[in-house]
């Protein structure tokens, strides 16, 4: 049996630090939110991001793979993400937090 990877990711001042993550498959990532305020991580196209194949100021779309709440004062919620690809995340209550993990 193998040792599980473990990655972490900080929430603080309405930013995810680091906001681009490289990280081996089956690895656990830790989202720890420093904030005093209620965030999520939901995976997806965050609201108005410009992608191919989505117009500017497009609605935000989940797309499953994961969508936490993340309560204040350092809460953590945590994800195993086993399958290789990009994983664009973002706070569906304040649109301008974005971040990326990147499993391969």
Known sequence: MGSTEEATVTVTNFRYEPPTLEVP????????NQDEILHTVTSGTPEGATVPGVSEGAAAEPDGRFDEELDGGGATVEVTLDE???YT???AIHGGM???IIVG
């Open 25 to 32: 498959t089956g690895t656990t990532v830790t989202w720890v």
């Open 89 to 91: 995340y973002f706070c």
């Open 98 to 100: 974005v971040g990326e």
């Open 84 to 86: 290789r690809g990009t």
